[in-house]
């Protein structure tokens, strides 16, 4: 499988932006999606997941109540709504997939393949 993310950009604290991650090769059918995000100098930070079932959502408690992930089956693609941005969101955002459980969806090592990244720039 072989994911695409974009859809990021610069945006003032308080907007919204939407990030869309497409899977070529293959489906997200079977895998949960995971977005995370890193900032410079900075790991890489799990951000938020949705099952393969894709009604179970986890977001990070850093973005719950901001931040949505969703999937759209017959597009193929998963999205991460980002509403109330702040300058602290300001990060590289990466999505992946894998059979990550609900004890490990947080977890990079459980993702097998992944997206190249987009970049999210919140100014204050």
């Known amino acids: 499988v072989q994911l695409q993310a974009f859809g990021g950009g610069l945006v003032q604290a308080g907007g919204s932006l939407r990030l869309t991650c497409a899977a070529s090769?293959?489906?997200?059918?079977?895998?949960?999606t995971g977005w995370f995000r890193q900032a410079p100098g900075k790991e890489r930070e799990f951000v938020a997941a949705?099952?393969?079932?894709?009604?179970?959502?986890y977001p990070a408690d850093s973005v719950k109540g901001r931040f949505a992930v969703s999937r759209d089956r017959a597009k193929n693609t998963v999205y991460l709504q980002m509403n109330s941005l702040k300058p602290e969101d300001t990060a590289v955002y990466f999505c992946a997939v894998g059979r990550a459980l609900m004890s490990t969806m947080a977890d990079i090592r459980a993702y097998y393949y992944w997206g190249q990244g987009t970049q999210v720039t919140v100014s204050s």
């Open positions: 949705i099952r393969p079932s894709g009604s179970n959502t």
């Open positions: 090769g293959g489906t997200f059918s079977g895998y949960t």
